[in-house]
């Protein structure tokens, strides 16, 4: 127990930093409640959007005339890269699945299947089944 | 005279205490900047299927014996599905796998830019069913339990709604927004009157995962200031600093969205809240949760800031079973799945719940 002639100054420090936190979010959450917080985010991610819109337009026209590549230009080849990608893991998978025969090849024993609750738990389910049964 | 000593002495303890602090906050900080990140989801499993940005795992079953139905956990689409499976002895996936689960997990990897147009109908009446299908292939078992988190559990719901006769026999919920108009934050921040989602989903085609993580932070401000203040003053606990360190990288994980989906998340859900309100169409069929008539589990969290109360609660009160129960666990929105009091808490009532119905 702490003194009080010689408090914890750790633990009360960390109290400190809970309420802070406490009092911060109640705060920051409450402003952003507000109809004006909503206009005043959503016009600012407007205006950041359209700069970087413009920026982007602006460097693809730079790029162009420097003959490099733009990032149109890169996604679509990233896209065709995605497309081996995916073709590739279709046919891995069809490959893995007629070695494996099934569930039971590679390593994965398939086990039985009928497992029960403890018994406490099959007492209550059983009462539950009785119960949601009188109700139908 | 004694007792002015003993004050001493335990003043004294104490500082001593916080000097050892100090000087091992010193020497882990640095090896901490200096160590790769935690090794996380190291449970074994096999990747039975994969689409895109779709993942369908089936993990190595732990028992000779398993429960006759087979559970698929849906994995929220903002992040990735190894919260389930942190660290051995940290993982909710090992704990159900030595109860006797056979375990199948989706997971989600960034959707692609040709992806951007997938929404809900692609994830509920495409992704979920094909995951099904071959969980009832592998499993050589018609019957599913089907277990959501987050945004996981309302694909899970509307798939439930739409497939009443359906395989899916169980249904477990963690929590799963469903009344949207009870998340102000968000409701507010995508007020239609000043955000054009058309105009974003439009011109970015996929939202970015920064965009995502921008609204998890903003809903509490504080968080990562304080975060980091924690994480040095428990410098010394290396406990805390693994768990830190784990909870750290996954919230860093988080996902981009494919536009279309976002659309309808704003549009339907904090719009329109169609879940609640009804209205809500999926490849020409209306999504009614009252038609979902299994038992239903929908665990949700005291302290949960992502998705309150109010919001859970709506999903028991709203589904048409006979067979449904809401637990109200001590945690937030991650801690109730991963973490100390997950393995106390949650862990257990999900295996006695499930344990009942799985046979």
């Keep these: 127990m702490s003194d009080p002639a010689f408090p914890d100054f750790g633990n009360l420090w960390r109290d400190l930093l809970r309420q802070w936190e406490d009092a911060g979010n109640s705060l920051g959450t409450d402003a952003m409640k507000s109809p004006e917080f909503s206009k005043f985010m959503n016009q600012a991610t407007s205006s950041s959007a359209a700069l970087q819109r413009v920026f982007a337009d602006l460097s693809a026209k730079y790029l162009a005339a420097l003959n490099l590549p733009t990032k149109s230009d890169i996604s679509a080849i990233i896209e065709r890269l995605h497309a081996i990608e995916k073709r590739i893991e279709e046919m891995q998978l069809a490959m893995a699945e007629g070695q494996s025969q099934g569930p039971a090849g590679r390593g994965f024993v398939k086990p039985t299947r009928n497992r029960q609750p403890p018994a406490g738990d099959r007492v209550a389910a059983a009462d539950r089944a009785a119960s949601v049964g009188g109700l139908i | ?359």
């Design chain 2, 1 to 359: 005279m004694a007792v002015a000593q003993a004050a001493e002495q335990g003043v004294a303890q104490r500082i001593k205490g916080e000097v050892e602090r100090a000087i091992q906050r010193s020497i882990k900080g640095l090896e901490y900047l200096a160590s790769p990140a935690p090794a996380v989801g190291l449970t074994p499993k096999d990747i039975i299927y994969r689409r895109g940005t779709l993942n369908l795992y089936h993990y190595r079953p732990l028992c000779d014996d398993v429960y006759r139905m087979p559970l698929l956990l849906v994995m929220a689409t903002t992040n990735k599905a190894y919260v389930f499976d942190l660290a051995p002895g940290q993982s909710l996936i090992e704990f159900l796998l030595r109860q006797g689960y056979d375990v199948f997990v989706i997971d989600w990897d960034p959707p692609r830019p040709d992806e951007k147009g997938l929404g809900f109908e692609d994830y509920v009446l495409d992704f979920i069913p094909s995951c099904i299908q071959r969980v009832q292939e592998r499993s050589e078992t018609d019957d599913v339990t089907l277990i959501g988190y987050c945004m996981g559990g309302v694909l899970s719901a509307m798939y439930a709604a739409l497939h009443a006769d359906g395989p899916v026999k169980n249904l477990a919920f963690f929590t799963t927004p469903t009344d949207w108009s009870q998340m102000k934050l968000m409701t507010n921040w995508t007020d239609r009157r000043y955000f054009d989602v058309d105009r974003l989903v439009d011109s970015l085609g996929i939202i970015p995962s920064d965009v995502v993580a921008a609204g998890f932070d903003m809903q509490r401000p504080t968080q990562r200031v304080v975060g980091n203040i924690r994480l040095w003053d428990n410098m010394w606990n290396d406990q805390f600093v693994k768990s830190y360190r784990m909870f750290e990288r996954w919230g860093n994980d988080t996902l981009p969205l494919a536009g279309e989906y976002f659309r309808q998340i704003v549009k339907e859900l904090l719009w329109d809240n169609k879940l609640v309100n009804g209205g809500l169409k999926l490849g020409g069929q209306v999504v009614d949760l009252r038609n979902i008539k299994v038992p239903v589990l929908h665990i949700t969290a005291e302290h949960d800031h992502l998705v309150p109360q109010d919001c859970a609660k709506a999903l028991i009160a709203n589904v048409g079973s006979d067979d449904k129960e809401e637990v109200m666990l001590k945690g937030g929105h991650v801690s109730l799945v991963a973490g100390p009091n997950a393995i106390k808490r949650m862990w257990p009532k999900l295996d006695q719940w499930l344990g009942a119905r799985c046979t």
